[in-house]
T-cell receptor, first 113, second 110 residues
Framework: DGGITQSPKYLFRKEGQNVTLSCEQN?????MYWYRQDPGQGLRLIYY???????QKGDIAEGYSVSREKKESFPLTVTSAQKNPTAFYLC????????????FGQGTRLTVV | SQQGEEDPQALSIQEGENATMNCSYKTSINNLQWYRQNSGRGLVHLILIRSNEREKHSGRLRVTLDTSKKSSSLLITASRAADTASYFC??????????FGTGTSLTVIP
């Protein structure tokens, strides 16, 4: 099946630890995105990548880092510098940026304990 | 931010009724999209309308776009309990990424 896969579904982190969220797609899409969603809120863009080895900051990039070494993969690291990391994280991909539909993964719920 | 705003924030209707939700945005766009999110899940694309289109249909969905007012509406006709979800509009931005609104939470009562 073609699609976009996020793992894990649930993640618990101790304060001060870095954690990495996985996002893999087999849709051959050039563009990939990371969003954060807080309870009852909309989606806020963290980072996006239009092509391999290139990525851009979104509105709330502080405390996060990404890499795009392969077309299929766009992992997100939540660093200890992110002061309020508990949230629902959504990864998406699209054929290119902006003018086509985005396909979303099922999300990772990160909780700081 | 170019993030849109949906209105109302929450909507509760009886099964069989129509549901209308609105989206307003701030700057010029190339297209506007509507997505649906079931609780705790990812978003699913519903429909895309380009800036030179005024209305688009897909099944029970009808989307309108008024670029002069920077607004769009999503109409779901003959609603079903399975339509219960949050609905988001998304606009493209100059750098090519998507910006999402704050969402409308729709509850369809059987």
């Amino acid at each position: 099946d073609g699609g976009i896969t996020q793992s894990p579904k649930y993640l618990f982190r101790k304060e001060g630890q870095n954690v990495t969220l996985s996002c893999e797609q087999n849709l051959n899409h050039d563009a990939m995105y990371w969003y954060r969603q807080d309870p009852g809120q909309g989606l806020r863009l963290i980072y996006y990548s239009q092509i391999v080895n290139d990525f851009q900051k979104g509105d709330i990039a502080e405390g996060y880092s990404v890499s795009r070494e392969k077309k299929e993969s766009f992992p997100l690291t939540v660093t200890s510098a992110q002061k309020n990391p508990t949230a629902f994280y959504l990864c998406a991909s699209s054929i290119d940026t902006g003018n086509t539909e985005a396909f979303f993964g099922q999300g990772t719920r990160l909780t700081v304990v | 931010s170019q993030q849109g705003e949906e209105d109302p924030q929450a909507l509760s209707i009886q099964e069989g009724e129509n549901a209308t939700m609105n989206c307003s945005y701030k700057t010029s766009i190339n297209n506007l999209q509507w997505y649906r999110q079931n609780s705790g899940r990812g978003l699913v694309h519903l429909i895309l309308i380009r800036s030179n289109e005024r209305e688009k249909h897909s099944g029970r969905l009808r989307v309108t776009l008024d670029t002069s007012k920077k607004s769009s509406s999503l109409l779901i006709t003959a609603s079903r309990a399975a339509d219960t979800a949050s609905y988001f509009c998304a606009t493209d931005a100059a750098r090519g990424q998507f910006y999402f609104g704050t969402g409308t939470s729709l509850t369809v009562i059987p």
